[in-house]
């Protein structure tokens, strides 16, 4: 294995306050935990070859939290944090581990949010689209991004930049 791009994330949405247990369980379970037992289990083959991409897709919630999204925004946060851990275990041996932060993407993840009213906080006027971030993760994936490791790279139409 080459290259790994964890992309697991759901949203349960809520207030904390009246979060249930399942809730927290569920999106926690699918971010964090996706990322390490997948990784884990692909990082031994990268190890022997002395060389891989990691590429982790987070979230803007993961770094400015969100109301309403507190599992969530937790669960890319930790994703975050462990990109940044791993990233400094396993950068001598050849492997870098990045992660990408989408904004507002048309996907089917926001496909329930009002997108004319959520595009004019952003500077460019609009949601991004699932290419712009595929283009990000090429960047990371190849050769000029061999120098680049345990970075963030934010891909949202400037919002809260």
């Avoid at 569920?26 to 002395?50: A, C, E, H, P, W």
């Avoid at 990408?100 to 048309?106: D, S």
């Avoid at 906080?121 to 595929?134: K, N, S, T, W």
Wanted: glycine share 12%; hydrophobic share 45%.
């Amino acid at each position: 294995m080459e290259v790994l791009v964890n992309n697991a994330g759901i949203r349960e949405d809520g207030l904390m306050m009246w979060m249930k247990d399942e809730q927290w369980d569920r999106v926690i379970d699918t971010s964090l935990g996706g990322f390490f037992y997948v990784t884990r289990l692909v990082v031994n083959s990268m190890l022997q070859k002395k060389s891989g991409r990691i590429v982790n897709i987070v979230s803007l919630s993961g770094l400015k939290g969100l109301p309403g999204q507190t599992n969530y925004s937790a669960a890319k946060a930790g994703v975050i944090g462990a990109t940044k851990a791993l990233a400094q275990e396993i950068g001598r041996k050849g492997i870098t581990v990045n992660a990408v932060a989408p904004g507002f993407i048309k996907t089917d993840m926001t496909g329930d949010l009002n997108e004319n009213e959520l595009k004019v906080m952003i500077p460019v006027r609009r949601f991004g689209l699932p290419e712009e971030v595929a283009h990000t993760v090429g960047f990371l994936v190849s050769e000029g991004a061999a120098y680049i490791t345990g970075e963030v790279i934010s891909v949202n139409g400037g919002l809260y930049s």
